[in-house]
């Protein structure tokens, strides 16, 4: 910690700005900088569990599958997370990383507690209790884009391990889409894909169960996980990637190619999966009563263009949160995720989409690729004038800019 303060002094002092980086995971340059890079790898690790308090509190650059595995050993899991676990606690938390619920929302929103090393090399901690500037501070930082300080611990509510039933099951999209309100509102976690160029989604429905555990099977997780969502998904890409008009037909058979299947298993072996085919991603939040015309509307912009897309359509929901700048920041939100496999040009597709997107007031991902810049947010969210006079406070300076911050947040 020390270290970390002296380090960030040090920069001041000649005049560089700091950034701090997790894995490396966004598809913005949120974590790029021209001065001093703090690399994570040395600051992991678990600092203290609380089982009265229902709390773990670990080093910030701790990846989010450390933390995951070590949480297990103890009997103890996060409520929800996203599809992957590569990230750190870190990184995923200061872009909104987030997965599906109905009543589980962020990443950030199960933070309980903050540590960060501000501009001056003081060391600030924050909760939801303490003076009026502490809770303030937490209010932001829980998804401060590394804009307010180097975080150095991050508190997180856990509780006690439990179960999960996923229920995948293909779909047309009329139905998914005329149901969805059902869908949604029956189900702990609902998520799914749709395949563009095609009317077939796969779903998913996550629900806590009594078990017993019934994981997935060692040839289903090799056929439907190895070969069809990563090896085999991967060759497809590759060859619509050479030859686009391919694509539609591809899906057409690709999105049949997953069956319905029920398992039941610990929540981080339920929620993420390895996902080995590259990509470049686009996302946004819309206010979940919003979804289903965005989404029609996002399906008949591909019919009617020339666009070849081989990868799905993913769409997530959250509840509201109380977060500054969180995607679901005071509005219940749905979000639709847009993907083009890696090296295929995704400027036209993502433009139309973000078109959309943006028409529903959508709010992007901290963490993927869009073009919004301070006025737009300054109208999308209700809080931001909060969000930047905290970071005037904070970074008076501007110790922790960059291009992106600059961007997204102003000077
Ligand atoms: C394959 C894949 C799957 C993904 N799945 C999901 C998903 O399911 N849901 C979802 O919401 N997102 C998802 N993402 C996006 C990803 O979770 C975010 O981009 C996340 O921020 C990446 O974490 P990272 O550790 O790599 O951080 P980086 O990308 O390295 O950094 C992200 C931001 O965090 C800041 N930061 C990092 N460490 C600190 C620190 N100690 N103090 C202050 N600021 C810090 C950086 O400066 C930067 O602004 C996915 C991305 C990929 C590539």
């Given at each position: 910690m020390e270290e970390l303060s002296a380090a960030v002094r040090a920069a001041a002092d000649d005049g560089l700005r700091v950034k701090a980086v997790g894995t490396g995971h966004s598809f913005t340059a949120a974590a790029a900088t021209d001065g001093v890079l703090i690399r994570p790898q040395l600051l992991t690790g678990?600092?203290?569990?609380?089982?009265?308090?229902g709390t773990v509190t670990v080093e910030a650059g701790t990846p989010l599958k450390r933390l995951n595995l070590a949480l297990a050993?103890?009997?103890l899991s996060l409520t929800n997370m996203g599809d992957i676990m590569e990230q750190t606690v870190s990184g995923a938390t200061s872009t909104g990383t987030h997965g599906t619920g109905r009543e589980s929302a962020s990443i950030s929103a199960q933070i309980k507690?903050?540590?960060?090393?501000?501009?001056?090399g003081s060391v600030l901690t924050c909760s939801d209790k303490g003076t009026a500037e502490e809770r303030a501070v937490f209010a932001a930082a829980r998804i401060g884009l590394g804009a307010l300080g180097v975080i150095t611990a991050i508190t997180f509510a856990v509780e006690?391990?439990?179960?999960?039933?996923?229920?995948?099951?293909?779909?047309?999209?009329?139905?998914?889409?005329?149901?969805?309100?059902?869908?949604?509102?029956?189900?702990e976690h609902f998520e799914f894909y749709w395949f563009p160029h095609t009317g077939n989604c796969n779903t998913k429905r996550n629900n806590r169960s009594a078990g017993p555990e019934a994981p997935v099977s060692r040839f289903s997780s090799f056929l439907e996980d190895e070969?069809?969502?990563?090896?085999?998904?991967q060759a497809v890409n590759s060859l619509g990637r050479a030859v686009p008009?391919?694509?539609?037909?591809i899906a057409k058979i690709s999105s049949r190619a997953l069956s319905a299947r029920t398992y039941t298993d610990i929540p981080y072996k339920v929620f993420t999966s390895p996902r080995r085919v590259r990509?470049?991603?686009?996302?946004?939040a819309v206010p979940r009563a919003a979804l289903v015309e965005t989404l029609r509307e996002l399906k008949s912009m591909v019919d009617r263009s020339n666009l070849r897309i081989s990868f799905p359509v993913e769409v997530r929901?959250?509840?509201?949160d109380d977060i500054t700048l969180s995607t679901a920041s005071g509005r219940e939100s749905a979000y639709i995720a847009v993907h083009m496999y890696k090296g295929t040009p995704y400027q036209a597709y993502f433009t139309a989409a973000e078109r959309i997107f943006t028409a529903h007031e959508g709010r992007p991902h901290w963490g993927k690729v869009h073009t919004r810049d301070a006025d737009y947010f300054s109208t999308v969210y209700p809080r931001f004038g909060e969000f930047t006079k905290l970071r005037d406070r904070l970074d008076p300076d501007r110790l922790f800019a960059n291009d992106y911050l600059r961007r997204v947040i102003g000077d």
């Open positions: 678990i600092r203290n569990i609380d089982r009265e308090a050993r103890e009997g507690g903050l540590e960060l090393v501000t501009a001056d006690p391990i439990f179960l999960l039933t996923a229920r995948e099951e293909p779909m047309t999209f009329d139905r998914v889409t005329s149901d969805f309100d059902a869908l949604y509102a029956e189900n070969l069809l969502s990563n090896g085999l998904f008009s391919t694509i539609p037909s990509f470049v991603e686009m996302e946004y929901t959250a509840p509201a």
